[in-house]
């Protein structure tokens, strides 16, 4: 990745980075919603990591809240790379990236998933 210098962050470049975020959050939790009181699918997927193929399960609200996010952030900065918690890095070429955003969709599903195993 390019070393980016301080004064390269102007305060409007700032303002778009809090945009593009709170777009995707707010899809995120549109998303979201449309789980609450539903019965929880656990998916089992696979995701590539450098050292390997990790087998995740993550809760369906998860997956399709960083989907949402992932889609505002590239369509805003589609030279952005992304490191989301469940599906790892995207776009996998990832060697001439100024930035990089980092995702947890939902903090704690793994509680959730437990707590709803015993309801």
Known sequence: MKNIQEEQFSDKILEEFVCVANKGADAAGSVIKNFFWKPTLIRTFNKRHEDGLIVVQAISADLAAEDVM??????????????GEEKGWLPEQRDNADFVWVLDPIDGTTSQWRIQLRI
């Open 70 to 83: 992932v889609s505002v952030i590239l369509q805003n900065f589609a030279n952005h790379l992304i490191f």
